[in-house]
T-cell receptor, first 115, second 114 residues
Framework: DGGITQSPKYLFRKEGQNVTLSCEQN?????MYWYRQDPGQGLRLIYY???????QKGDIAEGYSVSREKKESFPLTVTSAQKNPTAFYLC??????????????FGEGSWLTVV | DAKTTQPTSMDCAEGRAANLPCNHS???????VYWYRQIHSQGPQYIIH???NNETNEMASLIITEDRKSSTLILPHATLRDTAVYYC???????????????FGQGTTLQVKP
């Protein structure tokens, strides 16, 4: 079945370490997104990409980095510069195109905890 | 800030219809109404969206009032697995200025009871 796969589901990071969260989609969607969700809070956009080899900062990009070398993959690196990285991270994707709709679909999420 | 207002919580008996209301009195003409739900520790699941006409899919129905200031999500035969937080969102479907912007309010916690 088509969908968005995030891994790992749970990840523990020591302070000062970089970690990378994987996101793969087989929906043939052009756009991919990364969000952060804190307990009891809404979603905040970290980065998004509408085409391969291009990406844009969202509202809270500081301390994060991404790459988009392939259409189906959009990994997120949480760097040591991110001061409060413990959160639930969500990857999402959508079609891009005025006549196709751009409903955003989500993966199952990854829990990152700093220890 | 979210442009929608939803009740904090609702209960529904299993097998009955669940009707979840949403107020969006400041909705713009080019904004769609989207519904998602989220079960704890999982990603939000898309349910349905609409502009001004009522919509139905295999999961739910969406009823939008004629003035578009409110809408109702209907789960026709609620099951225990429908217990979740339901979010009503308004957003422009296209446009670079809002790319990826999904403003989730507090949502409605629907508890389906046996």
């Amino acid at each position: 079945d088509g969908g968005i796969t995030q891994s790992p589901k749970y990840l523990f990071r020591k302070e000062g370490q970089n970690v990378t969260l994987s996101c793969e989609q087989n929906l043939n969607h052009d756009a991919m997104y990364w969000y952060r969700q804190d307990p009891g809070q809404g979603l905040r956009l970290i980065y998004y990409s509408q085409i391969v080899n291009d990406f844009q900062k969202g509202d809270i990009a500081e301390g994060y980095s991404v790459s988009r070398e392939k259409k189906e993959s959009f990994p997120l690196t949480v760097t040591s510069a991110q001061k409060n990285p413990t959160a639930f991270y969500l990857c999402a994707s959508s079609i891009v195109g005025r006549n196709s709709g751009n409903t955003i679909y989500f993966g199952e999420g990854s829990w990152l905890t700093v220890v | 800030d979210a442009k929608t207002t939803q009740p904090t919580s609702m209960d529904c008996a299993e097998g009955r219809a669940a009707n979840l209301p949403c107020n969006h009195s400041t909705i713009s003409g080019n904004e769609y109404v989207y519904w998602y739900r989220q079960i704890h520790s999982q990603g939000p699941q898309y349910i349905i969206h609409g502009l001004k006409n009522n919509e139905t899919n295999e999961m739910a129905s969406l009823i939008i009032t004629e003035d578009r200031k409110s809408s109702t999500l209907i789960l026709p035969h609620a099951t225990l697995r429908d217990t979740a937080v339901y979010y009503c969102i308004v957003r422009v479907q296209h446009g670079s200025s809002n790319t990826g912007k999904l403003i989730f309010g507090q949502g409605t916690t629907l508890q389906v009871k046996p």
